[in-house]
């Protein structure tokens, strides 16, 4: 454990477990470095794994003026980690906030980065929703500012794709609930409204994407509604990408499924370690329906 400092100054506390290629895992807006225990726990056994507070997240620096956050610097913080710690490049792992972050890392970066996992990465990206959830955003930031997370936490955790967490499994989800209450007000309403209100649509990057050849898995709960057509878009656009939607579950995938997450991962990785995560058969076509000549 420890800290590193990003290209504007900014301390960003991280930790990190075991030994080979690296993995570094890139958390929620609902979540901290301290989500991804059960991925650090499994994939030590093989990676050199690696997990950061944000910025605006405990212990890291929470800076009080919102322009120390937006989507490219926190895209940057990624590569800032990989590169404080010596690293050639590194497979990366998002979850919401954190798979777009590890998108927008492969897009700006792409030498830095071996792999791509984007879990539950689609809210905001909607154009039909677009404005929806940018007034959402600053509603949820308002509540962090005015109310604070200790009273807004409860209601955030209990939103309707992280109730099927709940159900699951109430004891992770009320310690979810409790980590939560503790998170920084003012790093939390900055965060929403540099990062979240203001990243681009993913729809809008098409060309990009498009572009993009490092290997890339995207990992949808199919009752995460606002994530499944943008994960869509995401395979039919990204050359070597591939999607895994898992059934019945929600948004909090990492820790509502850690088996089923953990597995998924490590297949994908062990494929684009043995150089086996392709781009899609050019005969694939999707257009066509049987073959008739």
């Not at 939103?159 to 967490?165: E, L």
Request: glycine share 8%; net charge negative.
């Amino acid at each position: 454990m420890g800290y590193i400092t990003t290209g504007d100054g900014v301390r960003l506390y991280y930790e990190e477990a075991g030994a080979g290629d690296a993995v570094v895992f890139v958390h929620e807006f609902g979540g901290n470095y301290w989500s991804w225990e059960p991925q650090l726990s499994y994939f030590s056994r093989f990676y050199r794994c690696i997990t950061f507070a944000a910025r605006g997240y405990a212990p890291s620096d929470i800076p009080d003026d919102i322009g120390h956050y937006s989507q490219a610097r926190a895209a940057d913080d990624i590569v800032d980690v990989i590169d404080a710690l010596g690293l050639d490049r590194a497979h990366i792992v998002g979850l919401s906030m954190g798979g777009f972050s590890c998108l927008h890392a492969a897009l700006r970066h792409p030498a830095k980065i071996r792999s791509v996992v984007a879990a539950g990465a689609g809210y905001g990206a909607e154009k039909l929703h677009e404005a929806y959830f940018k007034g959402v955003s600053e509603e949820v930031a308002r509540n962090f500012s005015e109310r604070g997370a200790k009273e807004f936490a409860p209601v955030y955790a209990e939103g309707a794709s992280r109730v099927q967490f709940q159900e699951k499994d109430p004891r992770g989800w009320a310690l979810f609930a409790e980590r939560l209450s503790q998170h920084s007000s003012i790093g939390a309403a900055n965060t929403m409204r540099g990062v979240q209100a203001k990243r681009p649509s993913l729809y809008d990057l098409e060309d990009q994407l498009a572009a993009l050849q490092v290997p890339t898995l995207v990992i949808v709960g199919d009752e995460d509604d606002h994530c499944l057509q943008p994960g869509i878009f995401l395979k039919r656009t990204i050359p070597r990408c591939g999607l895994s939607v898992f059934p019945k579950t929600g948004h909090t995938l990492n820790l509502e499924e850690p088996a089923l997450f953990n597995s998924t991962v490590s297949e994908f990785l062990t494929k684009v370690e043995f150089d086996r995560w392709n781009p899609r058969d050019p005969r694939a076509n999707p257009a066509q329906i049987m073959r008739t000549d």
